[in-house]
Every structure is written in C-alpha cells, then in structure tokens.
C-alpha cells in the first residue's frame, strides 16, 4: 500500500500519509506530497487541499536513516515548495509531534491547524544540524526572529497553545475531530488569497532590533557551548531578516550541509539511535508482559531517596517513602516540597502541580507502610551489610510478585539478591544526582533477575523521563567503572608534575561541564575525611588540614573568589610537591596533549573490557551512559563513538606510548581496522 493516499471530500483534497511509526518523510511520502498537491491543482472539483497523517503522529521530520545515502525523488525542499505554490488554500491538520522537516511541512501550507494535545518544533539543532528545508527562513517570517531562535537553536518543541499564541498555527480544533475540523476549516479559507510564509514579514524584528541575536547568544551561551549547529541556526534566522528568501535559503543550504557533513552531527545522530537502542535488551520479547507499577516505595528520604521519589511524583505514580527518625522524614518531605515550590516559582510547574504531586506522596516511619508496593528502591547508605540487611527485611514484607531495587552505585546486586527469596525480583536501579534532574537511570541486571522486571524497568524509566542503559553486574558497573582510571590517572599525572588545573581544563576544552579537581572542590573535599587534622596520609588529608574543604569555604584545590571563579592556589601546589617529594616522583612537564589522551584513553580501553566481559550489550550503550550521567559532551558521540572517530590504532598507540594496558577486544579490533559502533 502506498504511504500517502488521497480522499476527495466533496471540494476538497485530503492528502494522507501512512507511514509508522512516526511518518518521517522518506522517498515515498516526498514523492507522495509532490503528487497529491498535483492531483488538486489539476482537478478543477477540487478547491482547497487538506494535509494530514494517520497514525500517532504528524510528520516528526526528514527520514533520519536515509542520511548520508544519495538522495532518492524529489528533495523535501523541493516537495514543499509546491504545496506553497498552490493557487488552492492548503491547510497542515496536526496531530502529536510536528518535527523538523514535519514543521516545516506545516510552515509550507498556507494555513495550519491542530489539536490541543499538538507539538511543533524543530529539533534539527539535536542531531546537529539546522533545519535544512527553509525552516530557518519560514518560521521567522511567520512568528519573528525572536521567537523563532529558541526553536531553531535550542529545539525543545512547543504546545498548540503557544504556537497558536506566536501565530504558528492559525486554529486549535478539536482533540477527536481534527480531520472533519481541518476540512470545515480548508472550505472557510476557498476564494482567498493563500498567504504564504515566505512572504510573510514577521522577520522585520530582527532588522529592527538586531541585538536579539547577541542577547541570546549571551543567555544560552552555557548551553550551547561547544556545538556547532546552534550558531548556524543563529546566523540563519539573521539571515532571514537580511537576505530576500530565496538567498535566505541558500544560505540554509550552505550551513545546513557543512553541519551534515561534519562529525558533530554524525556523532549525534549516533546518539540518537544509541539512546533508542538501548531500550531493547537482546534476546528478550519487547511485548514481554510487564508488571503494573502503582505505587512505588522509597526507602530512605535524605537527598538521593527524595529526589528519586519525585520522578515518580512527578509522573503521578503515589510514593511511599519511609526514614527511621521522624526528623528525617521530615526534613525529607520538606526538600521535596520546596525542590517543586522552585520550580514552581521558575513557571515551569503551577501550584495545583505541586500539591497534585505532594498529595500522592505518602511519608511513613514504618517498613511495614511499603508492603502493598509494586516496586520499592532502597536508598540508604552504600554498605554492604547494610543493604543486605535492609533486604532481608524488605523481603519479608513487601508483596510477593513486587520489584526491590537497590540504588547502589558500585556494590554487587547478585550478593544483595542472594539475601532474599526473590532474587529473580531484585535489580539495581543506579539514579544519578540530583536524582530528578539527571536523565540517566542505569538499570542492573543480576545474575537471576527475570525478563519481565527488566523490561518493566526499562518501560517504567521511560515513564519518569530517564534514559536507561543496561549494566552488567560489575564494580561500579558501566559509568563508574569507567570513572575509576579517568581519576586514576589524573591523580597519578599530577603527582608527576603536570598542573592540576590543566587536567581540569583539558577535560572542560573537550566539553565536559567541569574537571575532577573542580568536582571534588564542588564536592567537598572532605567528603569521607577521617576528620583528624594530625593523620595526613593522602593529598587529601593534608588539603583537609589545611582547612581546603572546598568551593563551600572558598578554598579547596582552588582559592575562589566572590563570584566562585577559581585561580590555582600557592599552597596546593606546594603540597603537591611535597608530596610528590616524599613518593621521589620524578617531576616533568606534561602536555595538554598528553593529559588528554591519559584521561581519555584508558576510558576507553575500560569500555572494551566491559564489553569482551559482556557487561554491557553495544558500545553505544556505554556512550549513552556517559552523555547522560557524566557530562561527556554529546557532540563528540560519547566515548566509544569519539574512539571510532580518533580511530582505534591512534587509541591503542597513545595507551601503548604512555605504558598504560590495552584490552584485548581494543586491540584486536584496532588491529583489524575496525570500529566499536557500526
Ligand atoms: C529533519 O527533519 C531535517 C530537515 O530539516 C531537513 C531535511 C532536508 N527518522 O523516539 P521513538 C524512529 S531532521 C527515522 O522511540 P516516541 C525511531 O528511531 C529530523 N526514524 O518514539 C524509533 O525506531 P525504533 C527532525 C525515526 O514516541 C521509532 O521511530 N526530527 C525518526 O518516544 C519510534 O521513535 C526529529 O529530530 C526520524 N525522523 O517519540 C524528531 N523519528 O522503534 C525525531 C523517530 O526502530 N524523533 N524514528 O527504535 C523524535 O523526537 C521522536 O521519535 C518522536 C516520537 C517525538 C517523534
């Protein structure tokens, strides 16, 4: 069956895409387009055009996977331009998620309109592209420059209700009558002029008022350090203001393809099948049946405990969260409350929201309260006897057929399984912090949990917002596991004379969002110090002595001023060389080059090891591992993806010239010419 059909409605033509899932806009359905807008100009019954799509969604953009591979019939650009062309009036009927190329579908149609539960949006800047179809020079002539950017730079897509608000979309329709209201509305706009988004002149702000541009380069300049594509989008909506529409869109040209064939985008359209891949768990049915999740237990209320009980809040799954001492619980509830009340403040959640998501959090001293929960997370402190302990007891209590989950970010699953009678029922449920915003969940999969409690979990995470990637059972399982030679060596190189602030500036030039050293001053560097200023065993405990507690007294590895900018200090340079003294470690001058590639390297060397010992099932789980709970800049693919793009021989010469190990699969698969992804 072809992927767009038409239907005759009386004067109208309903142009139809079917496409699952998503109806992206591969060959079929441009070709489709381009032939039924033919089809209505050339019957003279018919008098105005409706387009449309079955299924769940409107158009969610170009056909990703055709990226890359010669272009197949006409070019979406070209396929849009004649649905603006029309003489007839065309109306875009919208439904889920208008994206990317989807938008500017719509943004082509003379009219738009959608139902209230719509998305428009143009997330290019997420693959690391900009919108390649005249998006960039049709949106500001519809809605301006200023609204435009955010959509074009940043990519977040909006509700109906504010497109409807910026003139995005002309009319909000009914949520079940969208195609008989698209129609009604198609036969209202027959007889007049079509009004067509390139000639709109909505644009004329950003020549009136150039300095919006600077103005969001400067509030966004956090965000999009780094990547290229959002200063492209930048420069395309100016160009919008500046250039007729026809040079407007050669100059989307240009960028767009420059971006396209960069290694950013490659490196993020990676990442977006990797972080879809990573749902799928080799050799288990996706339609598994799952077990209901009604209510989940949070046992333990200090920060990671409260902040992992808002996700499901948040997701209006009621929460039971249990402390042993009333203050606790109380303190507890509290930083929940006020965690919401800021964001309410921030507009970002309305105060019914906030007391939706209270009234179904339950706080309770008692063990006995988490009987009745479908999953229970245990959060309390990471010690082994404790946690087997816990179990134990937890076992006892909750319902048979309930998930226990442990939050453990490095101890064994299968020993804490072993505890109860339920083993096939336990997994690690790894929240990274602050629990509600980090968008990781590393899911654990011991040694007898059974398919269906995986697969729970996975769907469950997609629920609360997060993205999941499997983990073997191993010491500090993916993303920690990876971590350990990072810090290894960035204390080894420091010790032999490289600066410690270049070991935090190399990793922040890279793109992480801070170095180790800047970390444990954010920290706190006394967190876990024995508390005696006598006993200086450590670097550690001798910066702790010297009263370098961190960022929160103003001096830690670094001296900071009122604004928290950090200047390397006198006196942790002295007490590196003392230490480095007493060691008789040789002192050299060490490269930025050098700490590079001993920090980053050995990452990825650990990364191959976990994947010969099968600990995690592809090389791009491990990237979405560290692109979500680490900071690796995702414009680099994630550390397995950038090893394929310095090329693996280059990663196993640098480790070999610096004397570290190399994993067999590393060397085997550099040997070979090979990749990890793909
Ligand atoms: C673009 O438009 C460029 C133009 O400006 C210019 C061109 C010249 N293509 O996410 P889900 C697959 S760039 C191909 O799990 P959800 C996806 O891989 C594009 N495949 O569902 C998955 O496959 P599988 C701009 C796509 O309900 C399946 O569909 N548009 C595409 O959670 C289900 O996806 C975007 O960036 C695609 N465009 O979310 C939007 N999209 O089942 C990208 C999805 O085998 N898409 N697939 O794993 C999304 O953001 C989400 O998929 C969406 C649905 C919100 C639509």
Not at 81 to 89: G, I, M, V
Not at 219 to 235: L, T
Not at 309 to 325: D, H, R, Y
Not at 383 to 391: A, I, R
Request: net charge negative; proline share 5%; hydrophobic share 40%.
């Amino acid at each position: 069956m072809s992927v767009i059909t038409t239907e005759k409605h009386q004067n109208i033509l309903v142009i139809i895409s079917n496409n699952p899932p998503v109806n992206a806009l591969g060959a079929a359905v441009r070709q489709g387009l381009v032939d039924g807008i033919e089809e209505a100009l050339s019957d003279d019954e018919i008098e105005a055009v409706v387009v449309r799509c079955d299924g769940r969604t409107f158009f969610a953009g170009a056909d990703i996977t055709e990226f890359g591979k010669p272009m197949q019939g006409p070019n979406l650009g070209e396929a849009i331009d004649r649905l603006e062309a029309s003489d007839k009036p065309v109306v875009a009927a919208i439904h889920g998620t208008a994206l990317g190329g989807g938008c500017e579908v719509a943004l082509a149609c003379h009219y738009r309109v959608a139902v209230p539960s719509a998305k428009m949006g143009l997330p290019e800047v997420k693959l690391g592209l900009i919108p390649g179809a005249a998006g960039t020079q049709r949106l500001p002539r519809v809605v301006g420059a200023e609204a435009a950017l955010p959509m074009v730079v940043i990519g977040n897509p909006i509700s109906a209700k504010k497109a409807h608000a910026i003139g995005l979309v002309d009319q909000i329709v009914g949520e079940g009558s969208l195609a008989e209201d698209a129609i009604a509305f198609a036969r209202e706009q027959i007889g007049k002029e079509p009004p067509r988004s390139s000639e709109g002149t909505a644009n004329e702000d950003g020549i009136k008022n150039p300095a919006i541009f600077d103005e969001f380069r400067r509030k966004n300049g956090r965000k999009i350090r780094g990547f290229d594509a959002p200063e492209a989008g930048i420069q395309a909506v100016k160009a919008a203001g500046e250039l007729s529409y026809a040079d407007g869109v050669k100059k989307e040209g240009e960028l767009f393809m420059k971006l396209m064939t960069g290694t950013q985008s490659a490196a993020m359209r990676h990442y977006f099948f990797a972080e879809r891949a990573a749902n799928k768990i080799d050799g288990i049915d996706p339609k598994i049946d799952l077990i209901p999740i009604k209510k989940v237990g949070i046992l333990g209320a200090g920060t990671m405990g409260g902040g992992i009980g808002m996700n499901f809040l948040s997701a209006g799954i009621p929460v039971t969260i249990v402390e042993l001492k009333e203050e606790a619980l109380e303190r507890g509830v509290g930083v929940i409350r006020k965690n919401y009340e800021n964001t309410a403040k921030r507009g970002r959640m309305t105060e019914e929201q906030v007391e939706g998501a209270m009234s179904i959090l339950t706080p309770s001293l008692s063990y006995d309260d988490l009987a009745d929960c479908d999953l229970v997370i245990e959060a309390v402190f990471e010690n082994m006897d404790v946690k087997k302990e816990v179990f134990a007891k937890l076992d006892g209590i909750v319902k048979q057929g309930a998930i226990l989950a442990s939050n453990t970010s490095y101890l064994n699953i299968d020993e804490i399984a072993a505890v109860t009678k339920r083993p096939e029922y336990v997994l690690g449920l790894h929240f990274f912090s602050p629990a509600n915003i980090m968008k990781l969940l590393e899911i654990v999969r011991g040694e007898k949990t059974a398919d269906n409690v995986l697969m729970t979990a996975m769907k469950l995470s997609k629920r609360i917002g997060k993205v999941a990637a499997v983990s073997g059972v191993c010491p500090g399982f993916i993303g920690n596991r990876m971590l350990s030679p990072r810090q290894e060596q960035a204390n080894i190189m420091i010790m032999e004379g490289a600066n410690y602030w270049d070991v935090d500036d190399v990793l922040l030039d890279f793109g992480f969002p801070m170095g180790p050293f800047q970390m444990s001053d954010l920290a706190g560097v006394d967190i876990g110090w024995h508390r005696d200023p006598e006993r200086i065993e450590t670097l550690r405990d001798a910066l702790c002595a010297a009263g370098r507690w961190g960022q929160k007294v103003g001096k830690g590895f670094y001296d900071y001023n009122e604004a928290r900018q950090r200047t390397p200090a006198d006196e942790v340079k002295q007490i590196i060389a003392e230490f480095a003294a007493k060691a008789g470690k040789e002192q050299r001058e060490i490269s930025k080059d050098e700490i590079r590639e001993r920090l980053l390297y050995p990452m990825v060397n650990e990364g191959a090891k976990i994947l010969e010992e099968g600990m995690a099932q592809r090389a791009s789980d491990i990237d979405v591992v560290w692109i979500n709970g680490y900071g690796w800049p995702l414009y680099t693919g994630g550390p397995m993806f950038w090893a394929d793009t310095v090329g693996l021989d280059n990663v196993v010469a640098g480790l070999k010239k610096h004397g570290l190990p190399v994993a067999k699969l590393l060397e085997e698969k550099a040997a070979a010419g090979g990749k990890f992804n793909g």
